[in-house]
């Protein structure tokens, strides 16, 4: 008897245990009782009553990422496309989460194919390929709607790739390699424009120096001209002065005269009018050379 109540003892033990639970962080239990939800355990220890509560599911409160695969899609302008998207989701009610919608992730993945395919038919291949994030918002902000009555919170999605048709894909090749073309091309006329602009710069700038060097040399030599009349006719009029102050004879004056005359005829003149103050001087000084040529004479014969 002893033996059989400790059995029992040990299988109620064993029943306890297995039926206190720890919920982990970032997880939540969602219990039934009797086959209806009955409340959600949060992090921490809970235990359960034995063949009447149940856990029906274990509901993970971390960001999830679902990679779905390439979607095909037409655009407005009747192009096909392969189209792949990312979604991050995380879920903020485990009990809707629960009995919102069978099989969640196969609900999302088809609700993001039908959006996706509704928001591209509205536009053109090349508006497409370059409003990635206008598509993502769109997206982002239908699903989000959607998934409310699920307890799914639709934090971003992402297009991961956007594949066009091989035709299409040479086409835009071809139109890229043109455009660089025509870039380079474009930054080569600039290059050369801008080397011909400095070319023409240096030149005037160069022309500019040489004129403002002549011009200064000619400033220059017209200022030592002008000093050196400046200087002459400071010399002659120091001259004029120091004779006036001498106050020479007449006859020194008329001796001047015609060193003046000498130095104007120079041998050049062919004719000359010689004033007759300065004929009687140039008799004088005639007579003068001739009275000491006779004395020479004469002291030679002696």
């Known amino acids: 008897m002893l033996i059989v109540f400790g059995v029992l003892a040990i299988i109620v033990l064993l029943v306890i245990v297995s039926n206190i639970k720890i919920v982990p962080q970032s997880y939540a239990y969602v219990i039934e009782r009797l086959g209806a939800y009955h409340m959600t355990w949060e992090t921490g220890l809970h235990v359960k009553i034995p063949f009447i509560d149940r856990i029906s599911k274990q509901v993970s409160l971390k960001e999830q990422v679902m990679d779905f695969p390439p979607q095909p899609v037409i655009t ?27 099989r969640p992730t196969s609900a999302i993945e088809n609700l993001s194919a039908t959006t996706l395919r509704n928001i591209i038919g509205d536009m053109e291949l090349d508006h497409t390929l370059t409003s990635r994030d206008v598509i993502n918002h769109k997206i982002r902000a239908i699903l989000d709607e959607a998934t409310d009555p699920w307890g799914i919170k639709v934090n971003r999605v992402e297009l991961k790739n956007i594949i066009p048709p091989a035709e299409i894909q040479d086409a835009m090749e071809k139109q890229m390699k043109a455009e660089r073309e025509r870039r380079a091309k474009i930054l080569d006329a600039e290059g ?60 020194v004056i008329r001796l001047k005269s015609l060193e003046a005359f000498a130095a104007a005829a120079d041998g050049k003149a062919t004719k000359i009018i010689i004033p007759s103050e300065i004929q009687s001087l140039a008799g004088l000084a005639t007579s003068l050379k001739e009275l000491v040529t006779d004395s020479a004479d004469e002291k030679a014969k002696r």
């Open 76 to 102: 407005k302008d009747n192009v096909t496309m392969q189209i792949d998207t990312v979604v991050y989701f995380q879920i903020t009610d485990p009990k809707l989460y629960t009995y919102g919608v069978e």
């Open 192 to 251: 050369e424009k801008r080397s011909a602009v400095l070319i023409a710069e240096g030149h005037k700038e160069s022309a500019i120096l040489r004129a403002d060097a002549v011009r200064e040399t000619k400033i220059r030599e017209a200022e030592g001209e002008a000093q050196a009349i400046i200087t002459v006719q400071k010399a002659m009029a120091d001259g004029i002065r120091f004779i006036n102050e001498s106050t020479p004879s007449e006859s």
